[in-house]
């Protein structure tokens, strides 16, 4: 049977508890061992020791992320005899040919060496050289970093990095690694995650296809809309009405209805229309004829003919395209 103890409230075996406690049980082994209470052993904090380095102050790992070194290049050079100081400024060097030299603000070293002086990631500084920034502008522009918990506004959409990472469906990785080669915060969340392209409109986030969803409007209208030079705020907040009832020259009906009608193809009149023609212009333009006939002892304009004999104006205007005459189209039934 395990012994238990009771500390503060709370009842478990040796190992149950520091785990409680966050203490590592070799920890508490060794405080034990040193004469402390059990009680003591659990509730004194772990002072992490604090090492000063070029007027630099912190932990270990503090100094490593300081220093741009991996913690794991770090322990390496001092299990290798290195001190404190050595294993934190000695420049990683590079194998092969040696590593090209460079000369900012009279400083001449490699990229790492440049790197440690100027206090830049590398990463950093050869993404910027590959992008066409100078050598000076690669080393001394200020690096973009985030603040852990502050809350940002990335076109009208607030929240802390981690939030925004959400929202925006990208992964918080991906945003720091964007962020170490020069984006901004805003660049990393927009830029497209494996050709996931996202927007923000009207503070709603999403693709092309979820801000339709959520627009109301289908896809292949916003598409359509996008391709005759609408911005995409506009293609999504102009409304959509498939069902819009028009009048023309008193027939009434929708755009669909209404060319069928006229015997004009929407093609043509919404080209017509792109034009600067009204709708009535677009739909009788080349069509309209103002020409009295009289046809079975009836005058009238074609389309009061139509009208007098029953066949669709449309269908009279097809059939005269066709070569048919006059009374030929009026007359002859339309086969059902």
Same mark, same amino acid.
């Given at each position: 049977?395990?012994?238990?103890?009771?500390?503060?409230?709370?009842?478990?075996?040796?190992?149950?508890?520091?785990?409680?406690?966050?203490?590592?049980?070799?920890?508490?082994? /060794?405080?034990?061992?040193?004469?402390?209470?059990?009680?003591?052993?659990?509730?004194?904090?772990?002072?992490?020791?604090?090492?000063?380095?070029? =007027?630099?102050?912190?932990?270990?790992?503090?100094?490593?992320?300081?220093?741009?070194?991996?913690?794991?290049?770090?322990?390496?050079?001092?299990?290798?005899?290195?001190?404190?100081?050595?294993?934190?400024?000695?420049?990683?060097?590079?194998? %092969?040919?040696?590593?090209?030299?460079?000369?900012?603000?009279?400083?001449?070293?490699?990229? /790492?060496?440049?790197?440690?002086?100027?206090?830049?990631?590398?990463?950093?500084?050869?993404?910027?050289?590959?992008? =066409?920034?100078?050598?000076? $502008?690669?080393?001394?522009?200020?690096?973009? $970093?985030?603040?852990?918990?502050?809350?940002?506004?990335?076109?009208? @959409?607030?929240?802390?990095?981690?939030?925004? *990472?959400?929202?925006?469906?990208?992964?918080?990785?991906?945003?720091?690694?964007?962020?170490?080669?020069?984006?901004?915060?805003?660049?990393?969340?927009?830029?497209?995650?494996?050709?996931? /392209?996202?927007?923000?409109?009207?503070?709603?986030?999403?693709?092309?296809?979820?801000? *339709?969803?959520?627009? =109301?409007?289908?896809?292949?209208? &916003?598409?359509? #809309?996008?391709?005759?030079?609408?911005?995409?705020? #506009?293609?999504?907040?102009?409304?959509?009405?498939?069902?819009?009832?028009?009048?023309?020259? %008193? @027939?009434?009906?929708?755009?669909?209805?209404?060319?069928?009608?006229?015997?004009?193809?929407?093609?043509?009149?919404?080209?017509?229309?792109?034009?600067? !023609?009204?709708?009535?212009?677009?739909?009788?333009?080349? &069509?309209?004829?103002?020409?009295?006939?009289?046809?079975?002892?009836?005058?009238?304009?074609? /389309?009061?003919?139509?009208?007098?004999?029953?066949?669709?104006?449309?269908?009279?205007?097809?059939?005269?395209?066709? =070569? !048919?005459?006059?009374?030929?189209?009026?007359?002859?039934?339309?086969?059902?």
């Amino acid at each position: 049977m395990f012994e238990v103890y009771t500390i503060k409230g709370v009842t478990g075996t040796k190992a149950s508890l520091a785990k409680h406690f966050g203490i590592p049980h070799s920890t508490l082994r /060794q405080r034990l061992s040193k004469g402390y209470s059990l009680e003591e052993a659990l509730l004194t904090p772990i002072k992490e020791k604090l090492y000063t380095v070029k =007027g630099v102050t912190g932990s270990k790992k503090d100094l490593c992320k300081h220093f741009n070194i991996s913690y794991t290049t770090f322990t390496g050079r001092i299990k290798k005899g290195m001190s404190i100081e050595e294993a934190l400024l000695t420049p990683i060097t590079m194998t %092969g040919n040696n590593a090209k030299k460079y000369t900012v603000k009279g400083v001449t070293g490699s990229v /790492q060496e440049l790197a440690l002086y100027f206090n830049i990631n590398p990463s950093t500084v050869h993404t910027r050289l590959s992008k =066409g920034y100078s050598v000076e $502008e690669a080393f001394l522009k200020p690096s973009k $970093e985030v603040t852990v918990g502050k809350v940002y506004n990335i076109q009208g @959409i607030k929240g802390t990095v981690t939030e925004l *990472s959400k929202k925006f469906n990208v992964p918080f990785p991906t945003i720091t690694t964007r962020m170490s080669k020069g984006m901004t915060l805003e660049e990393a969340l927009l830029t497209p995650v494996r050709g996931r /392209q996202v927007y923000v409109i009207e503070n709603v986030i999403g693709t092309k296809a979820e801000l *339709s969803k959520k627009f =109301g409007i289908p896809l292949q209208v &916003l598409n359509t #809309r996008l391709k005759d030079g609408m911005s995409l705020k #506009r293609a999504l907040s102009t409304p959509y009405n498939p069902k819009k009832v028009l009048t023309v020259r %008193g @027939i009434t009906g929708s755009f669909s209805e209404l060319c069928d009608y006229f015997g004009v193809s929407n093609t043509t009149v919404s080209r017509r229309l792109k034009k600067g !023609m009204t709708l009535e212009e677009a739909l009788t333009s080349s &069509l309209e004829r103002n020409d009295i006939y009289t046809v079975n002892g009836v005058t009238g304009s074609r /389309q009061e003919l139509a009208k007098h004999f029953n066949i669709n104006y449309g269908t009279l205007n097809s059939r005269l395209q066709k =070569g !048919m005459s006059l009374e030929k189209a009026l007359l002859t039934p339309v086969k059902k």
